[in-house]
């Protein structure tokens, strides 16, 4: 998320969402959340969670 902050790619997004599709729930989404908070990233987060749930 920090790279797309900077960059702007829609390809880190893409990247982004289809790990959190592939791995299911063995990704910690709070760890995730608590980070994304911390590095100002909450708007990028709330976005990639979207999209997983767009592409359910």
């Known amino acids: 998320m ?3 902050k900077e960059g702007g ?3 880190h997004l893409r990247d ?3 790990i959190l599709k ?3 729930d063995s990704i910690d989404l709070n760890y995730i959340s608590d980070w994304s908070q ?7 987060w709330e976005s990639v969670k979207k999209r ?3 592409n359910e």
């Open 9 to 11: 790619s829609e390809k």
């Open 22 to 24: 592939i791995s299911g």
């Open 2 to 4: 920090a790279y797309y």
């Open 38 to 44: 911390r590095l100002s990233l909450v708007e990028i």
């Open 16 to 18: 982004i969402t289809g």
């Open 52 to 54: 997983v749930k767009d």
